[in-house]
């Protein structure tokens, strides 16, 4: 992230009002953690508790790692839907080519390979098809979820392979090891958004997409990578479900998270036309839906209304965006 | 001249963020009098232009419409007294069709309360035909030319029957027959009581066609007079404070070899059986009316478009460009026309705009080097003149002028030998353009072959060694820069000449 220098917009001296706007503009999002995380604190002295606070990492870890391939998707100006489905599906074939296998090498790599796969499936056809994503992913997602139940019989697939569980089971230090993927594949993407060519020509196209072509910048082959991309990270997702219990569901694995990433991501303030957002605004975007979801447990909300607060929050947070 | 003004606004001053943009300006306009708002980018127009069409309010001073003094407080009330404004952006609903955009917000319904559209379309008709524009008005406007949609624009002020009208940069993308019609409906306005403010960087345009005048320069008045006692070297004195000439560039050095070398190239619709050739050091032009296909044929060359036949010579070897990159490859640049749509990318700032092309040159190891970057562009800086104090806000904060040297920057950058520009100075205040011009030459010089396209004849009257004229995707005269004029070109690109080869 760049820090933007507010030399450029305001004189000598930017009144207090100016530099608040400012500040309210590019971290509107850590600003409302802030103050969600300050009013948990106070509502519920529980929430403080280190073992709750480890225990939220760990429960937005796997949406988490969607989430930041959904903001590579959404700032080049596409969405994905098919997250959810593609993660039953990689899960599913994972299991059962770990269970032929015996090896949880071989586990991991298929579910990597057929995430990626499906990603580079929807990159075809939104790049070269020029379908568009919504459309696009739309199929995919109601496709991947079919293959699914049909491969697992509508049913759910265990794994027989000792040792598959520890990956999402294991701490490293008070950490659990999700938690920790999670952190490094958000460095990682941090990493490729802002320090290599792909994450710049993301931007540009996402922004301006002719634009981008015209500076003689492969758009189709960028977009078939963040599906890609999105792709593998849902490959990751799917290893960290499947090993939290053994097993994944064919039919209920990985329902509605494209809603949640989604929502993180516009939460954490990246655009929805594309070209603008940040990776760490999507971080925190995550940690707020988290909070909540805490938050009412800890109350005993009814789940049934879990529903109705995120929504709120979702559509709050874009009236806010919508203001600059 | 009457003792009251139609509008008078006295002593206006603004400022935004802190930062004056307009000190004690005080302008008026009579009754049946077209009046010219001049300066350079930056210098006010706009944020004047603003608060009399109500989207801003002044910090302090009056308006005064026929003496009576009124709070312009909104866009409405500024409609409600008579004032419409024609915006240099088109606001243009490309999914309706050409009378509902006209009538977009006042439909005229029956009695039954349905929209009546035999009258809509029978009086966008009418008004489209005043302008010489023959469309059926049920025509989606998505279908249209760019200069259609601008003379839509501005029929959609003249349906709301306007004491003022403003008029900003109105000419941008019209051929010049069509700003010749224009010019006579806006006598025939003036005629009829109707007050036009208009705003343009084309100084012949406004010699032709204004009363008065009023020169802005960083938001102060710097002078209003009439327009016949002031020559056009004068005003644009004083709009950048210095002389400017109009004079043709004088070319003196030598050509290379070949560059570019294009045969036989044809798209079907779009154009047909073009030959042309570039040396080295050579600037060629083309220019045409809208229509003409020099744009299309251009981005097809640089691989935009792909359905073309014919063959691409770059340097002696055929190259088959099907894409921007290959083109790239070859070692073509492109600045498009319309800058906002196709140039730049708004969401990125001014250093990243240069780089895009070129990520290869800032890379170690795959990442991308901000420092080396930075340095980059501070060399382009100095040596193009950007004035931009931080380049890390994003470019759309800076002018038309500057933002065009910044994409100039991005084909040096990635050490183009063919330079093509598409209206390189649409939108763009006198000095700047003159810099770009000025430019333009020091590459040629350098040995690069550079293409202009433009609508504008004496654009490339100033600048070219070569001139193709097309019309309707053919080339139809090539004549050597110093050897033709104006009106020569006009009748080869309005069609009224032809002839397979024309060279002087």
Redesign the interface.
Known sequence: MDNINTKEYSPESPSMKSRLSWLWSEYSVIIAFIIIFIAASVMNPRFLDINNQLNILMQVSIIGIIALGMTVVMLSGGIDLSVGSVLALAGVISVLALNASGSILIGVFTALLIGAFAGFLNGLMVAKGRIASFIATLGMMAAARSIALYIAEGGSVSGEVSGFTAIANNNVWIFDLPVLIFFAMAVLIYIVMHKTRFGRYVYALGSNEKAAMLSAIRVDRIKIGVYTLIGTLVGVAAVIETSRLNSISSSSSGAQYELDAIAAVIIGGTRMTGGRGKIIGTIFGILILGILNNMMNLMNVSPHLQGFVKGLIIIIAVVFQKRE | MTSQPFVAMNQIDKSF???PVLKKVTLEVEKGEIHALLGENGAGKSTLMNILGGVHQPDSGEICIEGKQVNMANPHISQAHGISFIHQELNMVGDLKVYENMFLGSEIRNKAGFLNVEEMCRQTREILAELGVFLNPKEYVRNLATSYKQLIEISKALLHKSQLIIMDEPTTSLAEHEVGRLFELMRNLKKSGVSIIYISHKLKEIQAICDRYTVLRDGQLVKTDDMQSGNLEEITKLMVGKAISQERFVHEHEFGELALEVERLSSPGLFKEIDFTVRKGQIVGFTGLAGDGRTELFESL?G?RKKYTGTIKVKGKAMKIT???T??QAGMG?V?KDRK?????????VV?NMS??S??NF?RL???QDKRELEKFSSYKKALNIKV??P??TID?LSGGNQQKVIIA?WLE?DTDILIFDNPTQGIDVGAKQEIYQEILELAKLGKAIIILSSEAPEVLRICHVINVMYHGEITARFMGDETDEEEIMHYATGAKREGEHIG
Not at chain 2, 341 to 349: G, P, V
């Open positions: 963020n802190g930062v640089f935009y894409h921007p990159r083109a790239l492109y498009p749509e196709n140039a730049i990318i708004k969401d990125l700032s990243h895009l092309s990520m290869g890379e795959g990442f991308i104090a931080n890390r806000i904060k991005k990635a």
